[in-house]
């Protein structure tokens, strides 16, 4: 989920005022914001806060009497004519998913099962429990034990035939309060299908590229924030860049470029259009802007 870190007392940089709101289109929920308060496992949670609100999700921090939770609510603000209620409701069915299939390992956070509001399930969305930290921070020194327990995690969530797909995103890396990893956001994980085993055996080969993947993505991450724990430089990193993550980057990068000049154009950021310049950038961005 790429919007965690614990503490609400974030000083939070002031947008250009260049940077507005974002209209209704570029938000999942439209003129909505998330619940005030929404029911999970028998208890009532209350929005303390709204961390992200993009096209794709709203993701809001609750709190209990007892314990503090993350909910992300799916896109379901329709396109123009175009319904995307389906969407959400996808989405949040595959990271539950996903969560559910990665249970029990340390570092991947505790599904909460489902949502719901005045006794009616949301199905566009999806819960956590809270983790105190913070998401990986550009040029943040973390501790010795922290890349190799990340290495482990990841090398379990692999075991159990998952890549998680996303790991570029220092975002889905949180550090949390004692400088352990966790990993969020499965939103476009990827794993075998358990009931059949053909189609398990003809994709096998896609779980492994993007297996690698994650690998890579971590390897950068670590030369990144650990040089020296390993001897690779940027130049060998360069040289073990999987084939499809050169390709998804002629693909994304000027995707990246286009989405960035129209929310630019429509005033909802400024300054090349870096996220942490709207009106209300998700918690990841406020932080690194701080």
Excluded at 115 to 132: D, F, K, P, Q, S
Excluded at 181 to 199: E, K, V
Aim: charged letters at 25%.
């Amino acid at each position: 989920m790429a919007i965690q870190a614990g503490g609400l007392g974030i000083h939070v940089a002031e947008p250009e005022a260049a940077a507005r709101p974002r209209p209704a289109l570029f938000r999942a929920l439209g003129k909505h914001e998330p619940p005030r308060t929404i029911w999970m496992q028998g208890e009532s949670f209350r929005r303390l806060d709204t961390l992200k609100h993009d096209s794709w999700a709203a993701s809001a921090i609750y709190a209990s009497a007892s314990r503090k939770a993350i909910c992300k609510f799916n896109r379901r603000q329709p396109i123009l004519v175009i319904p995307m209620a389906w969407l959400g409701r996808l989405l949040a069915r595959r990271e539950e998913q996903f969560m559910k299939r990665l249970a029990g390992i340390d570092g991947i956070p505790v599904s909460l099962g489902s949502v719901e509001v005045e006794g009616r399930r949301l199905t566009n969305a999806v819960a956590h429990e809270w983790i105190e930290g913070h998401a990986l921070a550009e040029g943040e020194r973390v501790n010795d034990e922290f890349f190799p327990r990340l290495a482990a995690l990841l090398a379990e969530a692999h075991g159990r035939g998952v890549a998680h797909v996303d790991l570029h995103k220092r975002e889905n890396i949180l550090v949390d309060d004692e400088g352990r990893p966790h990993l969020i956001d499965f939103q476009i994980s990827f794993a075998l299908p358990r009931s059949n085993r053909l189609a398990a055996r003809l994709l096998g080969g896609v779980l492994r590229l993007l297996q690698r993947c994650d690998d890579y993505h971590m390897l950068k991450h670590r030369l990144r924030h650990r040089p020296d724990q390993i001897s690779a430089t940027a130049a060998d990193l360069e040289r073990l860049r999987p084939w499809w993550i050169r390709a998804h980057r002629c693909v994304a990068v000027p995707f990246r470029r286009v989405r960035r000049g129209l929310l630019t154009t429509l005033g909802i950021r400024s300054r090349g259009g870096q996220a942490h310049t709207e009106a209300f950038p998700e918690i990841a961005h406020r932080r690194a802007a701080a």
